[in-house]
């Protein structure tokens, strides 16, 4: 649908995507949806990175490496801003995440029969469109919680009230992953550089470049923080509005094409440096990823500096409080311990497999997915407690003695990513954290950079920050994601190679 300026904010509260004609300041502007950043989805994202193997991405540096990096990272699981674009003549409108840190346009084939990821979202059809280009190359892009693959095409692609001509992009016809089946996205809009692009395939951005569609080599971000808002943002492309922040931008230069990169020159917790980026460190700008990810040792820091504790302790402890009384009265009561997690519903079927196991595996052979991790959470916590509290039974411990052991085995579990919960009734004792870009401090606080969640009576706060190791010398690494640029309005200067940075408006 195509708005004027006057009916965005009607466009808008019906939950359409409002695609505003350049205006009298020749800016083309895109608005967002939002979702809520759930803690739920972030756990998901979470263990979806895990299992995309996040560091191992960063390997290896020459051109086909890079084609991994960024996308080995991300899962879009915890993605909140969503835009629209139209694909071929005449348009077909298509839901989509503008992302900074991928270079490549796909959308679901009609050809995509298969995978259940085609299933719940549109899907482009060539031979319906008039302008639509033959190209038929193979091309495969692998995230971290599943790949996507399928063949180049060419047809006009709408931006705005834009078309871009003959802009080639990938037919998917393979998802290969659960979490593409449940986004709520059709498909991908990559703005990083050429040089990630898988294919060598030229991006959109390039093209309105080239056919002079933008007045300016620029294109910039605006998110909106405010949660009973029903704007989500608003991409700008062609320059900035003058209205999405105060202030002057600090710009610094992209120090690696690919990524938006550039040099981070320290943080801070509270005053305090914490002397990691001595040298200098690496950060990407990434409006794809919601959290903000650095090295272990920093995110070690940060989290004792909150209070931070590990989620998956917390979760492990929060399930022998509900219960755990009643697995150790099921064991005693001579209940099999196979069955005791499907008795207290935590598993779906009866015995050592649970149902849910069962369909995950019908599912995958059926619709060529991947299960996410995490995907039967609950019944798998559930027979680890089973498991510890029978073998504490076989030695004859007391039943206190036995749940001071298990929540001691909860203290040491491992959370695999750095993800930490938080208690919300001290956020306001919680230090201030600072990014310092180009001598200047981009300073977050506690409501900014921790994600409150749940009902208002029994809210969960997480951490914002996660752990991500990158060995040298593409690492260490930041990656900065929407938590940042919601705060810190964005510009992405093409022309000049430079990112800038400012206050963003409210």
């Given at each position: 649908m195509s708005c004027n300026y006057l009916l965005g904010a009607l466009c808008v509260l019906v939950w359409t995507c409002s695609l505003v004609p350049a205006s009298s300041d020749d800016l083309v502007r895109i608005g967002l949806k939002k979702r809520p950043l759930e803690v739920h989805n972030v756990k998901a994202a979470q263990m979806a990175r895990l299992q995309g193997r996040y560091s191992n991405s960063f390997d290896s540096t020459p051109h086909e490496a890079s084609?991994?990096?960024?996308?080995?990272l991300k899962n879009y699981m915890d993605a909140q801003y969503y835009g629209e674009i139209s694909i071929g003549t005449p348009p077909k409108k298509f839901t989509v995440i503008f992302d900074t840190g991928s270079s490549n346009l796909w959308i679901p084939s009609s050809k995509c029969i298969f995978s259940m990821g085609c299933l719940f979202h549109h899907k482009y059809r060539h031979?319906?469109?008039?302008?639509y280009q033959a190209i038929g190359d193979p091309c495969k892009l692998n995230y971290g919680s599943g790949s996507v693959a399928g063949f180049l095409s060419q047809d006009?692609?709408?931006?705005?009230?834009?078309?871009?001509?003959?802009?080639?992009?990938?037919?998917?016809?393979?998802e290969k992953s659960l979490s593409f089946a449940f986004a709520k996205f059709d498909g991908?809009?990559?703005?990083?550089?050429?040089?990630?692009?898988?294919?060598?395939?030229?991006?959109v951005w390039y093209n309105m470049v080239e056919q002079a569609l933008v007045r300016d080599s620029v294109f910039s971000f605006w998110l909106n923080r405010d949660p009973e808002a029903k704007q989500g943002g608003?991409?700008?492309?062609?320059?900035?509005?003058q209205r999405h922040f105060t202030g002057q931008h600090t710009f610094v230069p992209v120090t690696q094409k690919g990524y938006w990169q550039f040099q981070l020159d320290d943080f801070f917790i509270g005053e305090n440096s914490t002397g990691f980026c001595d040298d200098g460190c690496a950060a990407i700008v990434d409006s794809g990823t919601s959290l903000l990810a650095g090295p272990t040792g920093v995110i070690a820091e940060i989290n004792h500096a909150i209070g931070a504790e590990g989620i998956v302790s917390h979760e492990c402890k929060s399930m022998v409080a509900e219960y755990g009384a009643l697995i150790w009265?099921?064991?005693?009561?001579?209940?099999?311990?196979?069955?005791?997690?499907?008795?207290v519903a935590l598993c779906a079927g009866i015995g050592t497999e649970?149902?849910?196991?069962?369909?995950?595996?019908v599912v995958e052979e059926e619709f060529d997915v991947e299960a996410p991790a995490g995907f039967d959470v609950l019944c798998t916590a559930c027979k680890?407690?089973?498991?510890?509290?029978?073998?504490?039974?076989?030695?004859?411990?007391?039943?206190?003695?036995?749940?001071?052991?298990?929540?001691?085995?909860?203290?040491?579990?491992?959370?695999?990513?750095?993800?930490?919960?938080?208690?919300?009734?001290?956020?306001?004792?919680l230090p201030d954290v600072s990014f310092m870009i180009g001598n200047t401090n981009f300073t977050l606080t506690p409501d900014q950079y921790i994600i409150r969640s749940g009902e208002r009576h029994s809210p969960v706060c997480l951490s914002g920050f996660i752990a991500l190791d990158v060995p040298p010398p593409r690492g260490p690494i930041w990656i900065l994601g929407d938590v940042f640029m919601g705060v810190y309005h964005t510009v992405f200067d093409y022309g000049n190679l430079q990112l800038g940075f400012a206050e963003a408006s409210q």
């Open positions: 084609d991994v990096d960024v996308l080995s031979r319906k469109s008039s302008s006009n692609v709408g931006v705005g009230n834009l078309v871009v001509k003959n802009q080639v992009f990938m037919e998917v016809t393979r991908i809009v990559g703005l990083g550089f050429q040089e990630i692009a898988a294919g060598d395939v030229i991006p608003e991409i700008v492309f062609g320059g900035v509005d009265d099921l064991l005693v009561s001579g209940i099999k311990p196979s069955q005791v997690c499907s008795t649970s149902e849910s196991d069962k369909i995950e595996m680890m407690l089973v498991m510890w509290i029978q073998n504490q039974l076989r030695r004859q411990q007391t039943k206190d003695s036995v749940f001071n052991y298990v929540n001691e085995l909860c203290e040491r579990l491992p959370s695999p990513m750095g993800e930490s919960v938080v208690d919300c009734s001290l956020m306001s004792t």
